[in-house]
């Protein structure tokens, strides 16, 4: 994991993930999957251009958005989130995750803050 920068979701939180979706949902997560990704960083023309390079990659733009703040002074933080239809299991979305962490470390964002899954067509 040493070699990931920023890497804090392990494949035991993963393999978690996915056992609490076929346990708590009817969705097949062995298929198909709308899964959407988040970046962070504190202004919101980087996130702009990271997500132009993420759509050359095949990722389509849902939104840049700013953070609620905890308190009135805290510093600003904007929110990336792109998506992709794509099937994984837990091995291949931490391969995903793996990547889209360097990809935030090599753009100089604040952070890749992980992903949420959905079924396709909602």
């Known amino acids: 994991m040493s070699d990931?920068?920023?890497?804090?979701i392990t494949i035991e939180q993963l393999d978690q993930m996915f056992e609490n979706i076929r346990e708590n949902t009817d969705w097949d997560i062995s298929g198909d999957m709308l899964w959407g990704y988040f970046f962070t960083h504190h202004?919101?023309?980087k996130l702009e251009e990271a997500n132009n390079a993420l759509v050359e990659k095949g990722y389509r733009f849902v939104d840049i958005f700013l953070s609620d703040k905890d308190e009135p002074n805290d510093p600003d933080t904007f929110w990336l989130h792109v998506e992709r239809i794509e099937t994984h299991t837990s091995e291949t979305l931490d391969e995903r995750n793996d990547e889209l962490y360097k990809f935030a470390h090599e753009f100089g964002l604040d952070s890749y803050d992980g992903m949420d899954v959905g079924p396709v067509g909602n």
């Open 4 to 8: 990931v920068p920023g890497k804090i």
């Open 43 to 45: 202004e919101p023309t």
